[in-house]
């Protein structure tokens, strides 16, 4: 990737069209679309991780506003990713008289991102709302594209909503205290980011700047899916890739292994699949099979944790479950595959 990378050409132009800033935290409130702005309130809704790491300067631009200002601090981890979660958010929003004339800020991963975006689209029928993600994991896919997921009877993202950011602003220096498991996390959705699209991100991991660069990529490849089916109807189901295992794996765990631990392995068992079931060349799986190995990540012997567990996907209609196949490195299809033979071979694999 070159000097300009974000000097010129498509990716500078989509992150401006989509409000996407890398911009040091302090910048916020005067990027361009947070300025335009007209508002009253500011609710703060930081992550108790990333609060106690960074609490003065997650505060510091906002002393000057006083009492204008509301902070609501949140245990972030998938079992708090529910309803009873946001009712909390959304009784600290009554309790402090927040008008629907507010700006609501997330600072911290996707669960932060997911709650406080459900709770800014559905309160008063919709406030405005900014991310500030500070995993890798949030700044190169959860903050991105208006998705919010709420987990509901043992089923990702079984609630949510379709709801824009006001912005998106993107600090690599919170990656700083990034525990590695959770930087590790973020690196399974950049490799099925570089799968996709054919771009090898494997040699980005060491230098600051490259990581900056793989981040702006990704978030530009998801956003061009987003762009032709923002409501998830058809191809952005390519964004999925590895998902329809993955979630099942998250769930069937609960909750111990990390989103891009069980993508990656998602994404390696539905290659497995669609490679058995004629979908997917063999040397494809095999060169998914090197990605893997090149981005670091381990992988489960086999599914038998999977099976007894139910297996629910958003994409499902009737018996077909519309799955994401690559049928080469940067080639991706969706392809309907019938519940029962993805449950068959689940319970048949070794």
């Known amino acids: 990737m070159d000097s300009n990378f974000f000097g010129e050409g498509s990716i500078k132009d989509t992150l401006a069209k989509h409000n996407v800033y890398f911009l040091p935290y302090e910048e916020l409130l005067t990027s361009t679309s947070v300025s335009k702005l007209t508002f009253n309130q500011i609710v703060l809704v930081i992550d108790q991780n990333v609060f106690g790491l960074w609490q003065n300067r997650l505060i510091a631009p906002f002393r000057a506003l006083g009492d204008r200002v509301r902070t609501f601090i949140l245990r972030c981890d998938e079992r708090s990713k529910t309803m009873e979660t946001a009712c909390r958010l959304y009784d600290f929003l009554v309790a402090n008289a927040i008008t629907k004339n507010c700006l609501l800020i997330s600072i911290g991963g996707g669960i932060t991102s997911d709650i406080c975006g459900f709770v800014a689209s559905t309160y008063l029928r919709g406030a405005h709302y900014a ?170 012997p086999n599914l038998n944790v999977l099976k007894n567990v139910p297996i629910f996907d958003k994409k499902q209609e009737g018996d077909d479950i519309y799955m994401p196949f690559l049928i080469n490195i940067g080639d991706c299809r969706v392809v309907s595959i019938q519940r029962n033979t993805l449950l068959g071979w689940i319970s048949n694999s070794r």
């Not at 980005?204 to 032709?228: G, H, P, Q, R």
């Not at 409501?231 to 891009?260: C, K, M, Q, V």
């Open 131 to 300: 991310i500030v993600p500070t995993t890798l994991m949030g700044m190169v896919d959860a903050g991105i594209g208006g998705k919010n997921g709420l987990n509901f009877n043992n089923r990702k993202n079984a609630i949510g909503t379709f709801y824009n950011p006001t912005a998106v602003l993107i600090d690599t220096d919170f990656l700083k205290t990034l525990n590695q498991r959770e930087f590790s996390s973020g690196k399974g959705e950049i490799l099925k980011y570089s799968l996709i699209s054919g771009n090898d991100y494997s040699g980005v991991f060491n230098s600051t700047s490259a990581v900056k660069e793989a981040i702006a990529s990704c978030i530009t490849i998801k956003l061009s899916y987003v762009d032709k089916d923002y409501y998830d109807n058809n191809i952005r189901h390519i964004l999925n890739l590895g998902h329809t295992i993955g979630h099942s794996l998250e769930t069937a765990f609960g909750y111990s292994i990390t989103h891009g631990e069980a993508v990656v392995n998602g994404i390696y068992f539905e290659t497995k699949l669609g490679c058995d079931y004629g979908i997917v060349p063999n040397y494809t799986f095999n060169n998914v099979y090197n990605a893997i190995q090149r981005f670091g990540f381990r992988l489960l």
